[in-house]
């Protein structure tokens, strides 16, 4: 007989309680929770107790005890191309136009159709739930085939309605794309674990015109806006040749600044600009391995941060990353801010989770719905088990979470409430079926390889 | 019946044949084989040689069959504190001084003893096992209890024979640490998996009156020597307050310098220092996971390497890290020397994977012993799994061995023909035992928690 059992009439029927050793909630308190349990009905979290309590009070339909774990918020990847996956370690340790002249690029218009962003992004989800990873900002041809792969896998993801000038096999124009963009958007609308971005490339491959219809549409439909800026200082030189500008100051001008901005990398900023970045409430999405990879150089992770600009973290695509981590690059942002402004208070540990979680969930603006452990929340946690020789002892789990563990130690990932992914094992992914996926594209994309 | 029975007269019986998908000896030629097999006996590496072809020629009394692996040569840690292994994550995000005042150093004062050393190197020998390290350059307190746990653990060390110039629990002044470090020395002497350096700790913790003491010894003994240097700015002002230059040039003209030199760090060094060090054949270890989260600054590697000097990897203590984990010290290294240089080229995968094997072996004096898979060399090797999600696709395994791969897909780890770690399983450490210690000292410690 169990407790639930013995009392069955004075317990409050849920659908999960999760015991976990520790729980860090990511809210304004920045709360470490001790012997606390999650408490979670119709994939929302009802509340946070004390273990003791919980199990006085509720019966659950599953009841997960975690003794060794840190429960913390499902961590948001806020810039990715996930359908890059096929292409890791394609081509490494290269320039960067030769990197994409004579290998990405022709990958990619050799094998992007609607299939590949299928198969790549279902191999995408897979590494990102099993990492922690439950929700990502992406931009890629295709997106309704990259939603095919998160509903699939079971997660939440911001897609990205990916706008160019130039022809590819997706779209011939900039209204073109723009029209793919809202069929896709179409045919997502009403399920609750997806949201929309207009996704402009970059301020080098969009025309002002363009700029000004995808402020428009954004306007007129509410949605975010998602782009890359100031990546590399070769993409400011021919903004000044092109524009007699700065990227940054033309997209302001275009009016394009503002708290539906997502600008991924932001590399390259001068003072001011950091200063209008913060005053339009614009976010970033720092993605230091790919900085680092591609020599685009290093943020000013330090400056944004004390400026208070809204900074989260991304993986950038596979092929420049060569990972879809998010527990590493939390690691890399934290290490890297510190070694630059030369402050080891930079970037502390909670800070890092908080760019992955919270910040990041403002930045998409989901703040009221997922990114901390929090009362009325979406259900999108993730454990992580404390107890292997690498990460003993444990003082403090919210920096072994930063700067001890590896992805190898998350167990479980929960997105809304269903666990989709448990110790190797994905609630909606066949191993086989995904190995077999990956074996036939291999060959297809293996003569671009360096 | 096996083919070993069907034909055994024409068979050669060896020790071991480990057949992998791919082989990445990190010899001169920098081959990388396809399905290959290393063939082993009595602790060393009697041939490397197509699978097809070992199947014909060998019987052995173990044949390990690695289909979906890569085998490299045995990882080397070239600078570490293991001992510090129980001090993990007891203090992040601090400003150096304040992290050594209030946190490190009373820690030490309060636990370091022979026992403490024996049991928190075990956790680090565990750690590093499990993470493919087979060796790994020490520098401590009561090395012959170092010395116990690498026995234990079945792993090859060469240990420092510490010396500062101040009392601790251990000695009582530079004299007494040099006689307890030949002592220590003594006792492990005709240990063929273990060799001594002389580790003076920095120069601005050592006198020259003892600096010369060390070189005479080291001449005398034939030692290797090791120390920090030119770790932090602050370093360098001390020196030039004390002794009027920098500690490179006051090592210099004490005749420090040279091939049997490991110096730590490395991070701050002028060109004509980096043309001095590539004269005089020193060894760098570099930390960059250390040297960022304490703000020490971004070694020069690049130029380090475009002048030759040998540059190797270490993680340094597990207190600065958290980890001792080379897998993923290879990767920041390669990382940030692409960001530091601006130049993508700058330390490719093969590359960073010879600093930490072949080129650690070299500043140890052991090139001709381990490093490489080569016939002759000990068997000191690692297979790393790559068929997971998160490694694949797999166009270049050496790629993925530096961006890709994390410790968790390390299968196998032998030192010098034996197998001392598979899958979870240590062949001399009780899982049960080592949790036992972990969790005998944490209360101990915990006090000095940030």
Same mark, same amino acid.
């Given at each position: 007989?169990?407790?639930?059992?013995?009392?069955?009439?004075?317990?409050?029927?849920?659908?999960?309680?999760?015991?976990?050793?520790?729980?860090?909630?990511?809210?304004?308190?920045?709360?470490?929770?001790?012997?606390?349990?999650?408490?979670?009905?119709?994939?929302?979290?009802?509340?946070?107790?004390?273990?003791?309590?919980?199990?006085?009070? *509720?019966?659950?339909?599953?009841?997960?005890?975690?003794?060794?774990?840190?429960?913390?918020?499902?961590?948001?990847?806020?810039?990715?191309?996930?359908?890059?996956?096929?292409?890791?370690?394609?081509?490494?340790?290269?320039?960067?136009?030769?990197?994409?002249?004579?290998?990405?690029?022709?990958?990619?218009?050799?094998?992007?159709?609607?299939? *590949?962003?299928?198969?790549?992004?279902?191999?995408?989800?897979?590494?990102?739930?099993?990492?922690?990873?439950?929700?990502?900002?992406?931009?890629?041809?295709? $997106?309704?085939?990259?939603?095919?792969?998160?509903?699939?896998?079971?997660?939440?993801?911001?897609?990205?309605?990916?706008?160019?000038?130039?022809?590819?096999?997706?779209?011939?124009?900039?209204?073109?794309?723009?029209?793919?963009?809202?069929?896709?958007?179409?045919?997502?609308?009403? +399920?609750?674990?997806?949201?929309?971005?207009?996704?402009?490339?970059?301020?080098?491959?969009?025309?002002?015109?363009?700029?000004?219809?995808?402020?428009? *549409?954004?306007?007129?439909?509410?949605?975010?806006?998602?782009?890359?800026?100031?990546?590399?200082?070769?993409?400011?030189?021919?903004?000044?040749?092109?524009?007699?500008?700065?990227?940054?100051?033309?997209?302001?001008?275009?009016?394009?600044?503002?708290?539906?901005?997502?600008?991924?990398?932001?590399?390259?900023?001068? $003072?001011?600009?950091?200063?209008?970045?913060?005053?339009?409430?614009?976010?970033?999405?720092?993605?230091?391995?790919? +900085?680092?990879?591609?020599?685009?150089?290093?943020?000013?992770?330090?400056?944004?941060?004390?400026?208070?600009?809204?900074?989260?973290?991304?993986?950038?695509?596979?092929?420049?990353?060569?990972?879809?981590?998010?527990?590493?690059?939390?690691?890399?942002?934290?290490?890297?801010?510190?070694?630059?402004?030369?402050?080891?208070?930079?970037?502390?540990?909670?800070?890092?989770?908080?760019?992955?979680?919270?910040?990041?969930?403002?930045?998409?603006?989901?703040?009221?719905?997922?990114?901390?452990?929090?009362?009325?929340?979406?259900?999108?946690?993730?454990?992580?088990?404390?107890?292997?020789?690498?990460?003993?002892?444990?003082?403090? $789990?919210?920096?072994?979470?930063?700067?001890?563990?590896?992805? #190898?130690?998350?167990?479980?990932?929960?997105?809304?409430?269903?666990?989709?992914?448990? +110790?190797?094992? *994905?609630?909606?992914?066949?191993?086989?079926?995904?190995? #077999?996926?990956?074996?036939?594209?291999?060959?297809?994309?293996?003569?671009?390889?360096?």
């Amino acid at each position: 007989m169990t407790i639930s059992d013995s009392s069955s009439t004075a317990l409050t029927h849920v659908d999960a309680v999760i015991e976990a050793r520790w729980v860090v909630t990511v809210d304004s308190n920045k709360r470490l929770l001790e012997h606390h349990s999650v408490i979670v009905k119709d994939a929302v979290i009802m509340g946070v107790l004390p273990t003791a309590l919980a199990r006085l009070k *509720y019966a659950a339909s599953s009841w997960v005890c975690l003794d060794e774990h840190v429960l913390i918020p499902g961590l948001i990847n806020l810039h990715t191309h996930a359908a890059m996956s096929l292409m890791r370690g394609i081509a490494d340790d290269l320039p960067l136009m030769q990197w994409l002249h004579e290998h990405l690029w022709p990958a990619e218009r050799a094998v992007v159709d609607r299939h *590949y962003v299928k198969d790549a992004s279902l191999l995408a989800c897979a590494e990102m739930l099993s990492g922690g990873t439950t929700c990502f900002n992406d931009m890629y041809f295709y $997106p309704e085939a990259t939603a095919s792969a998160v509903g699939q896998a079971g997660m939440r993801a911001n897609l990205g309605l990916t706008v160019l000038e130039f022809p590819t096999h997706y779209a011939s124009d900039a209204d073109d794309y723009l029209q793919k963009g809202f069929e896709a958007h179409d045919s997502w609308r009403g +399920n609750a674990l997806m949201t929309s971005s207009i996704a402009p490339h970059a301020p080098y491959t969009i025309s002002n015109q363009t700029f000004e219809k995808v402020l428009t *549409y954004a306007e007129q439909l509410d949605l975010g806006i998602h782009t890359h800026l100031h990546e590399t200082l070769d993409e400011i030189a021919q903004s000044h040749a092109q524009y007699g500008m700065r990227p940054m100051q033309r997209l302001a001008e275009l009016g394009l600044l503002g708290p539906n901005l997502v600008a991924a990398h932001g590399v390259h900023l001068l $003072p001011a600009e950091i200063e209008i970045l913060a005053e339009f409430g614009c976010h970033i999405a720092h993605c230091p391995t790919s +900085n680092l990879k591609l020599t685009s150089g290093i943020a000013p992770v330090a400056a944004l941060l004390d400026r208070g600009v809204n900074v989260s973290i991304g993986t950038d695509g596979a092929a420049s990353n060569n990972r879809l981590d998010m527990l590493s690059e939390m690691r890399l942002a934290a290490l890297l801010a510190k070694g630059a402004s030369m402050d080891a208070t930079t970037l502390p540990a909670h800070q890092a989770l908080e760019m992955a979680t919270i910040k990041a969930a403002k930045a998409l603006g989901l703040e009221e719905k997922i990114g901390s452990i929090e009362m009325g929340k979406q259900a999108d946690m993730v454990a992580v088990k404390l107890s292997d020789f690498a990460v003993s002892p444990c003082y403090d $789990p919210v920096s072994h979470l930063i700067y001890t563990c590896g992805r #190898e130690h998350v167990t479980h990932t929960w997105v809304a409430g269903s666990l989709r992914y448990c +110790n190797g094992v *994905y609630a909606n992914i066949e191993p086989i079926e995904l190995k #077999e996926i990956i074996q036939a594209w291999q060959p297809k994309l293996k003569q671009y390889k360096h």
